[in-house]
């Protein structure tokens, strides 16, 4: 019996986003941290990317390479087994995406995670960050030590002289599963690291901003 796939979910929409700071036709090294099972890697080698996915669960890796071999992407998907929280890959990446991941770790470690990423970036290089965001009102949602405050996000990468490209704080209604609440609203951030060291101005660009 031939076990079916799963329907694959688009990819998020900070992810469709990601073109308008890239310019087209160029193929870039992508490092997606905490991939699941493929969507965004998958999307972003349908662009013509070379992606690495890695994520700590083996079943979604199994789905995430079936996945891609089905989207015809495979030679430009590399899907391994790893832990953000205490290992990165090898090398640096033009793109680097950590997409609605920190909300599982305990604090401490989702800060670690923001690190890593940073520090897999090259110069000049994205990362691409979302997350849930405790708001007013959450003090009953399930793991709000983990999620972002307002602001926090985007105060973090403006501490260390990252270029902001885009952020955006979504404060949608809340989901409710019994008598717990689930947080539903959101932060997307898109950022360049500095070409230059942090203290130097750099202009904010105009158009696509990878080379």
Avoid at 128 to 154: D, H, M, Q, W
Wanted: net charge neutral; aromatic share 8%.
């Amino acid at each position: 019996m031939v076990q079916s796939l799963p329907v694959p979910l688009p990819p998020a929409d900070i992810v469709r986003s990601l073109g308008e700071f890239m310019e087209p036709g160029v193929p870039r090294s992508v490092w997606d941290a905490g991939c699941a099972e493929g969507r965004n890697s998958i999307h972003l080698a349908s662009l013509g990317n070379f992606v690495l996915g890695t994520d700590i669960s083996p079943d979604n890796l199994r789905i995430a390479r079936q996945m891609a071999e089905f989207a015809g992407v495979a030679e430009r998907c590399t899907f391994q087994e790893g832990d953000i929280r205490n290992s990165t890959p090898p090398g640096m990446f033009d793109v680097v995406l950590l997409n609605e991941v920190t909300h599982a770790m305990p604090k401490t470690a989702a800060q670690g995670a923001l690190r890593a990423v940073r520090s897999r970036a090259r110069q000049g290089g994205l990362n691409i960050v979302s997350g849930y965001v405790v708001r007013p009102g959450t003090a009953n949602a399930t793991n709000t030590r983990a999620c972002f405050k307002p602001n926090e996000l985007i105060d973090d990468y403006e501490a260390v002289g990252w270029l902001i490209l885009d952020y955006v704080e979504e404060y949608l209604p809340n989901q409710y599963s019994g008598q717990k609440e689930h947080i539903f609203s959101r932060a997307k951030l898109i950022a360049q690291k500095p070409w230059t060291e942090p203290g130097n101005v750099i202009p904010r660009p105009r158009g696509p901003v990878l080379p």
